[in-house]
């Protein structure tokens, strides 16, 4: 059930979601609308094919670093659940005997993105370097740059952590400047939508391109959407606690929450909030939703006109409430952290790949 009231009409209202979620529905159908938009997708096909041409014959020049880059990224447009599964990765990769660290472009800082490239560090802001890279950071605890420019934070990274002996980038499928030695598309309940491309369809690049691996983000116990290839990975988000904001070491099992008195809502500022309200009932929540806009900057306080006890949020929320006055202190904000649960197959033939340099 989602939130009725005017906290969450004010939140929609701010971020102009309305054409967002037209364009969502539209998307995972071939409605009249889809149809409509049909033939500039064609055209947007025809630029992308032209790109990577470019690419192939050399009139655009990718640039090869002297460490193995793995991406992981997505072509249905909006979050598939990226930062947990880099977060996975670099434990893997770190299990494996390698010293990983993470490039990002750095999505929600001041301006949209980092411009220069800029050493995350744990006590940075997400208006300094992005909500996901801070996340990163803290997580997976190891050197993370974010910068608009893939390639020069890389370098970046690299030279200030020499080190390193690979390195993943949050992102950045498109980016082709960079060369890169594994590519990870990673998909979602949602499958690749009406399969088509933007702006008729939710893709970026067509559904089959070429890569190494496929990442399926789903539900335990969901079936796997139709289209994907039989070799897909299942990767599904687990949550076994809520820690209270202002307190972290105030932590209950989640399935002890609706013993407690009270009303519970659900709030998410990510890519795709269904997801994480999926999560919480697979551990025997009940509740009610407010799905925010991703990235949500929380300069508005959501909150404000609810009634109620608990209010469960995302890790990716909970960096950015943690530096505002009156959320930081709100008794009633809990955190759920969630770790991506993968066959650790996925991560073998990851490291085979970087030990062998070969390309997607």
Known sequence: MSLP???KKTVLASAGSTLESTLSRAWLR????????????????????LRRALYRCGWLVSVRLPVP??????VFVGGTGKTPLVIWL?????????????????????????EMPRLVLPDATPQQVGDEPLLIV??????????????????????AHPELDCIVSDDGLQHYRLARDVEIVLFDGRGAGNGWLLPAGP???????????????????AAVPVGMPADAYRMDLAGAVALRL???????????????????????????????FATLRQAGLAFEELPLPDHYDFAVNPFDDIAADIILMTEKDAVKCALVTELKDDPRLWVVPVTARLDGALAQRILEKCRGHSTA
Not at 34 to 43: F, H, T
Not at 69 to 74: A, E, F, K, R, S
Not at 138 to 156: H, I, N, Y
Request: proline share 6%.
């Open 5 to 7: 009231g005017s906290s």
């Open 30 to 49: 071939r409605g009249l609308l889809a149809r409509a938009l049909w033939p500039l997708s064609r055209l947007f096909g025809g630029l992308l094919a």
């Open 69 to 74: 880059i793995i991406i992981v990224g997505n």
């Open 90 to 114: 670099v434990d893997a990769l770190r299990r494996g005997g390698r010293v990983p660290g993470v490039i990002s472009r750095g999505y929600g800082a001041s301006g949209g993105s980092a």
């Open 138 to 159: 803290r997580r997976a605890q190891c050197p993370v740059m974010v910068g608009r420019d893939r390639v020069a934070a890389a370098q970046a990274l690299l030279a």
């Open 203 to 221: 893709l970026r690049e067509p559904a089959a391109r070429r890569r190494d691996f496929t990442v399926v983000n789903l539900v335990q116990g």
């Open 246 to 276: 202002c307190d972290p070491a105030q932590q209950l099992p989640l399935h002890e929450l609706n013993a407690l008195p009270g009303k519970i809502v659900a709030a998410a500022g990510i890519g795709n909030p269904a997801r994480f």
